[in-house]
Structure formats: structure tokens, C-alpha cells
């Protein structure tokens, strides 16, 4: 008997092409587009924050898979659609649900991540970004129903073969082909590819026992990165200066607290380990 699965956020970058891969290896897959309620072939379509009252999405999933962030809106909103998200869960009878996470959910003090390694509490020291993934994984987290288990998947920069990467976080453009990097040569960008990535959501699917969390990434630097994909004449940051600099302003009143942690966050050296997830999925990042 096939595996029915719903697929949240299928047009988001790193799930391109996925849709296509699950169905080849024998998943019925609908996928769910915002916009006027209605069913056509395998796509359903509504409001994703009514997404749990969808008439026209299946009566029961076996598994979830979800993609989506909200990003043009705030923490309160996407912990909003992350309720609603376990709202569908229970109504549709699912009993995995796979959510695409982050390594931005980590405390950015951490030297050291595993598989076992606690998340962050507060997500007001986080960026924007950062801050949607810590709250809605913290939300998820909280929330308890025995007949539904939840892993959380958390990759490292996701590339591809057919686009530049983005470089927002990572560099400001200078003229003349100079590029400041946001950080020194030692911080810390874990990447993978998304034909990697997308391959490690396949065995996960197809894992005898659920597991938690799933690492999947190699361990990088920003400045190693920037080398590889672009041909930037690299200027990067002081570390000593900046943080000397940046706690000076929170004294004086210029910067918060929160800026601060951001600002140090910069420099973050962590070492991701992924060798249990490696273990688990059979595979090398």
C-alpha cells in the first residue's frame, strides 16, 4: 500500500524538484498552493492558514512534509500557521510529520552541535529569519500528541548547481568587485546540496523508527564559500574591534542587547556533528 504524503511549500527552493523524486519512488503526493480553494489533479489550493478545514485536501495523510515559512510576515503569524499545521495533523490523521527546520535554531554561542544538542529558548536574540524557525520549532516542540511524531530537519546552506546562491547574511557587495564578508575567515556556514538534502528526505521517509532531528550538512566557513561561488576580492571584519565596538554602543545606549548577540553572532565558530543522522540515513554529507 502506497505512502500518502502532503507536501507544504513545494515551490519554495530547496523542495524544487521533490514532488517529482517522491513520486518516482512510489508516494502519493498532493501538494498545497496558496490561493482560491479547489483541487486540480494532485494540487490543492486555499489558505494555508485554513489549511486544517480544507475541503478539498484528502481525509487522512500518512506524513506531512513542510516547507513553509512565512516570511513576509511575523513570529506571531507563523507560530499561528504552525497551530494550524497541528490542527491538520489531527484532523487528517497523519502520524509524521517532517519539518523543515533550520541550524539557525542553535544558540549562536555553541561551539559544538549534535543531533541531541538543545535549541534556542528566547528567540528575541535571534534575527528575523531565525527568530520564525526558533519560535515555531519551540511551539512544536511544546505541543503534545501521542500519535504524532515530529522530525525536525535542519540542513546547512542549501546550493545548487543551477543558481548563485544568495548572499544575504553572508556578504555585502563593495564596488570594484570588493566584498565585505559578515564575519572572518573562521565563521562558520555549514552548506549541502539540495540533491543531497533532498535525498536524505527520501530515506528519512523510508526509515524503519522516527528520529528527531536530522543534521544534514558540511561543516564550511563563509569565507571558504564565498571562494568557491564567487570571484569577490574578500575585505572581512575585525572580530576584537567589532565586538570591542558593539559593546561600547550598548553601554552608551546606541545598540540593544539583542543587537549586540546578533553582532557577535558573526563570529560564530560552531562545529556541527552529523555523524548520527549519517549513520541513520546511510549516507555522507
Do not use: W
Request: aromatic share 8%; proline share 3%; charged share 20%.
Amino acid at each position: 500500500m502506497k505512502t500518502n504524503i502532503l507536501l507544504l511549500g513545494s515551490n519554495s527552493f530547496a523542495a524544487t524538484g521533490l514532488l517529482q523524486k517522491l513520486t518516482l519512488d512510489g508516494f502519493n503526493v498532493d501538494i498545497f498552493a496558496r490561493g482560491k480553494e479547489g483541487r486540480s489533479e494532485n494540487i490543492v489550493s486555499g489558505d494555508i492558514m485554513d489549511l486544517s478545514a480544507n475541503k478539498y485536501l484528502n481525509t487522512s495523510y500518512d506524513i506531512i512534509i513542510n516547507f513553509i515559512l512565512i516570511k513576509d510576515s511575523d513570529v506571531t503569524e507563523n507560530i499561528c500557521f504552525a497551530k494550524e499545521l497541528i490542527m491538520c495533523c489531527e484532523n487528517k490523521k497523519v502520524n509524521h510529520l517532517i519539518h523543515i527546520s533550520s541550524i539557525s535554531v542553535y544558540p549562536n554561542n555553541l561551539e559544538y552541535v549534535n543531533e541531541e544538542s538543545l535549541i534556542e529558548a528566547d528567540y528575541n536574540s535571534k534575527g528575523v529569519y531565525a527568530a520564525k524557525k526558533v519560535a515555531v520549532d519551540n511551539y512544536l516542540t511544546s505541543t503534545s500528541n501521542k500519535n504524532l511524531h515530529i522530525s525536525y530537519v535542519r540542513p546547512g546552506f542549501i546550493l545548487s548547481n543551477d543558481r548563485k546562491p544568495p548572499l544575504t547574511g553572508i556578504l555585502k557587495r563593495l564596488p570594484l568587485n570588493f566584498g565585505l564578508l559578515l564575519g572572518n575567515k573562521k565563521t562558520t556556514l555549514p552548506v549541502v546540496e539540495r540533491e543531497i538534502f533532498q535525498k536524505s528526505i527520501i530515506k528519512i521517509l523510508n526509515l524503519d523508527q522516527h528520529v528527531e532531528v536530522h543534521l544534514i550538512l558540511n561543516n564550511s566557513t563563509k569565507y571558504k564559500f564565498i571562494k568557491k561561488a564567487y570571484n569577490y576580492r574578500i575585505i572581512t571584519l575585525p572580530k576584537r574591534f567589532i565586538l570591542v565596538l558593539a559593546n561600547v554602543s550598548l553601554r552608551i545606549g546606541i545598540f540593544s542587547k539583542k543587537q549586540v548577540v546578533q553582532i557577535s553572532g558573526l563570529f560564530k565558530t560552531t562545529v556541527f556533528d552529523p555523524s548520527k543522522t549519517e549513520t541513520n540515513l546511510k549516507i555522507r554529507f
